[in-house]
């Protein structure tokens, strides 16, 4: 029997409201409308809700809340939320907004009351890190047993409940979608209480768990990729708002956006992003799933510019897309994977749409989707599933169903020919056929399409496999390996498509940051994202609520930590398609050449003989690299390439520029600096380095303009 404080107490008043409000076309006549409904509400003695439960964990706050005391006299706000739900993530912003025009000053409050779906949500650790991840700024309780949820009677995450200042009901909000209608009542109630003098200005002790914690190279990376041309890896650091580019040795290459969020396309130093989750990189180009921005985005290392592909920056609720991607309104992007449809190769984006449970197609050359029409360059458009969060299986596929599909890997050869499709909130891994759409379970979840609740940690066959919130996937090519990022287990696990059988490969199913000594005595803490690399050798792991990147030697069967070098970054372009400026370490040496006579004119060419410690080799899959440069005398390199990589050590570099026929120098003397970072690892072993020297050239510029070629000989033993 429901008790008399449940929401159904208040459903048939507030439904006649509903009805008022959808009737009335003025602010004023709504407030009205509302002000009356809140007199009538106050009069009644059966809405007053029980007090949360006594040794529940709270965040964000000095400690406890109790609804009679440090939240009586205030307007409380209660976000029903589990934090895997991207419909719970979607209303965040209303919140934000709320927060920042009404203060706990002002009579208002919000509560998160963490009402878990899943086992490992239930986990304080795990909903603090939600908490940090989100940018949740309010009091948050972990009521893990679900206590006040169900005395409620809420039915569905997100619920929103809005309390008077003695705890008694006013209105519920099911969903997402309704930030007027909130701010209506949140206003209205303010001023209704605030006029019978009801309203207490006190604080209720917030405490920001972030304020406490130190700072990290990396916060919740989400994605990880690979470019197997160039060796480089892509890694989404969601939490810091920005997307990495670095070598496989770990060196950072290149940083685009962050530490704040924002949305601002243009030059790399200037351009941001709010939350990106899924990247693509090939060769110069980065695709990013900019999430919380409802974006698509591209980042174009050789142009040194961040461009937008699709969406319009606000969530979108259409499910059939078509339009060209900047008109294209679209939800919460969470990964991306290039593939072919029908035109070129790599000529369209797949992406994994999670706020509308779909798999949509942003083509970056024309082509056509399976059994579709064709479509130009630029267009974005639904490609699998209805919009209803389900885990159906269908040959149509417009009539399959996702439920938060998370993470995207392309098998394109045969007999594969599939998109995988890691679908989160269904605890599965499901199949689309390249050839036709056809949407397949490969494994996880159960048959009824509709239960959404079939998770485990299961090795097995098929669907009598259980997974728990998987968020990532990666394709082995050479082994014909499916690896997915079994995120709630805290593992990852390997699937072989032509069997079934999914297995568990590193982990121990409980939350923790282990390095080995083997797979499975190594820890995760809910990993989101991974890649293949090094022919099916290494797999990158983004173990997001770690802060790392993990490597995972497939041979070998160990776990190390992926070493990411900040010393040596600037987020600055360079002028060429090289890597971005970087300053060299203090123990590099530094060599001062004598004065080079010269003729504007004249091409100036250096040859570099470099020398490596014997046993050692240049590593082949870091990009050594040189750089030329004039600083404080640019005018010396006027659109010039002023970097290049560095292949071979066993002949000399040779590196020429032309000098201007014109002169513009202040200084007499202007000077040009080579500079050049080796990668070398022992040829017998594992272990790598990275050093770095620089040529310092002054130059003695001729009044006389000049012909022909200058040469100096530079050299240098590491």
């Given at each position: 029997m429901a008790s008399q404080c449940s929401l159904t107490a208040l459903f048939p008043t507030q439904s006649q409201l509903d009805y008022a409000l959808d009737e009335a076309t003025t602010r004023q006549e709504k407030e009205s409308l509302v002000y009356q409904y809140l007199k009538k509400l106050d009069e009644r003695e059966d809405l007053k809700i029980p007090d949360f439960q006594t040794g529940l964990e709270w965040l964000n706050t000095e400690g406890p809340l109790s609804l009679d005391k440090e939240l009586a006299g205030k307007v409380v706000l209660l976000d029903f939320f589990t934090y895997c739900c991207i419909n719970c993530m979607h209303i965040l912003p209303d919140l934000h907004q709320l927060e920042k025009k009404h203060t706990v000053k002002d009579g208002l409050v919000i509560v998160g009351v963490h009402s878990a779906k899943f086992p490992n949500e239930k986990v304080l650790e795990n909903v603090r890190s939600a908490v940090l991840r989100y940018d949740i700024c309010h009091p948050v309780v972990n009521d893990g047993d679900a206590r006040l949820w169900t005395e409620l009677e809420v039915a569905c995450w997100p619920?929103?409940?809005?309390?008077?200042?003695?705890?008694?009901?006013?209105?519920?909000?099911?969903?997402?979608?309704?930030?007027?209608?909130?701010?209506?009542?949140?206003?209205?109630?303010?001023?209704?209480?605030?006029?019978?003098?009801?309203?207490?200005?006190?604080?209720?002790?917030t405490k920001l768990y972030r304020d406490s914690l130190p700072p990290t190279v990396l916060s919740f990376p989400g994605k990880v990729a690979i470019d197997h041309g160039r060796k480089r890896l892509a890694i989404a650091d969601t939490g810091h708002h920005r997307i990495l580019v670095v070598s496989s040795t770990g060196q950072v290459l290149h940083i685009v956006g962050g530490p704040e969020s924002g949305r601002r396309d243009g030059e790399l130093s200037e351009a941001s992003f709010c939350s990106p989750q899924g990247v693509a990189i090939k060769g110069d180009t980065v695709y990013v799933a900019d999430t919380h921005n409802h974006l698509i985005r591209k980042i174009d290392l050789s142009e040194g510019k961040v461009s937008t592909l699709a969406g319009v920056g606000a969530q979108g609720t259409d499910k059939e897309g078509g339009a060209i991607g900047p008109q294209q309104p679209i939800s919460s992007p969470w990964d991306v994977s290039l593939?072919?449809?029908?035109?070129?190769?790599?000529?369209?984006?797949?992406?994994?749409?999670?706020?509308?449970?779909?798999?949509?197609?942003?083509?970056?050359?024309?082509?056509?989707?399976?059994?579709?029409?064709?479509?130009?360059?630029?267009?974005?458009?639904?490609?699998?599933?209805?919009?209803?969060?389900e885990n159906r299986n269908n040959s149509y596929p417009h009539k399959a169903g996702f439920a938060q599909p998370s993470g995207l890997a392309s098998a394109p050869e045969e007999p594969w020919g599939s998109l995988y499709v890691a679908d989160s909130e269904s605890s599965t891994v499901r199949t689309l056929a390249l050839k036709d759409g056809a949407v397949k379970l490969l494994v996880g979840g159960e048959r009824d399409p509709l239960n959404l609740f079939a998770f485990g940690d299961v090795d097995g066959k098929g669907v009598d496999a259980k997974l728990q919130h998987p968020l990532g996937v990666a394709w082995a090519s050479e082994q014909s390996l499916l690896y997915v990022a079994d995120s709630y287990n805290h593992k990852i696990k390997v699937v072989d498509p032509k069997?079934?059988?999914?297995?568990?490969?590193?982990?121990?199913?409980?939350?923790?940051?282990?390095?080995?000594?083997?797979?499975?005595?190594?820890?995760?803490?809910?990993?989101?994202?991974?890649?293949?690399?090094?022919?099916?050798?290494?797999?990158?792991?983004?173990?997001?609520?770690?802060?790392?990147?993990?490597?995972?030697?497939?041979?070998?069967?160990?776990?190390?930590?992926?070493?990411?070098?900040?010393?040596?970054t600037?987020?600055?372009?360079?002028?060429?398609?090289?890597?971005?400026?970087?300053?060299?370490?203090?123990?590099?040496?530094?060599?001062?050449?004598?004065?080079?006579?010269?003729?504007?004119?004249?091409?100036?060419?250096?040859?570099?003989?470099?020398?490596?410690?014997?046993?050692?080799k240049l590593t082949e899959e870091a990009p050594s690299f040189w750089s030329l440069s004039a600083e404080g005398n640019e005018w010396l390199l006027p659109s010039q390439v002023v970097t290049g990589n560095i292949l071979n050590v066993s002949e000399p570099l040779r590196i020429s520029t032309k000098l201007p026929a014109a002169t513009e120098a202040a200084d007499p003397r202007p000077s040009l600096t080579l500079s050049v970072w080796v990668y070398f690892c022992l040829a017998a072993g594992k272990a790598c380095m990275m050093k770095a020297a620089s040529f310092s050239q002054p130059l003695h510029i001729d009044a006389s303009p000049g012909e022909g070629e200058v040469t100096v000989a530079l050299a240098h033993a590491f």
């Open positions: 619920t929103l409940v809005l309390l008077g200042p003695r705890g008694n009901l006013l209105l519920s909000l099911v969903g997402e979608g309704h930030r007027d209608r909130l701010t209506l009542f949140a206003d209205t109630a303010l001023r209704y209480y605030g006029e019978r003098g009801l309203l207490k200005t006190h604080g209720v002790g593939g072919t449809a029908g035109g070129v190769e790599d000529n369209v984006l797949w992406i994994a749409m999670a706020g509308t449970h779909q798999i949509w197609a942003l083509f970056i050359a024309d082509g056509k989707l399976p059994k579709g029409s064709e479509s130009k360059v630029g267009t974005c458009i639904r490609w699998a599933g209805s919009g209803n969060e069997t079934k059988q999914c297995r568990t490969l590193a982990g121990t199913g409980g939350a923790g940051d282990v390095l080995g000594p083997g797979f499975t005595e190594s820890c995760f803490n809910e990993p989101g994202g991974l890649c293949v690399a090094d022919g099916g050798k290494l797999l990158y792991v983004a173990d997001t609520n770690n802060h790392q990147v993990k490597v995972l030697d497939l041979d070998t069967k160990t776990v190390s930590l992926f070493p990411i070098s900040m010393d040596c600037d987020s600055v372009p360079t002028k060429s398609s090289g890597p971005a400026k970087v300053s060299l370490p203090k123990s590099a040496p530094r060599m001062e050449m004598p004065p080079l006579a010269v003729s504007p004119g004249q091409t100036l060419t250096m040859t570099l003989t470099l020398s490596l410690p014997e046993g050692t």
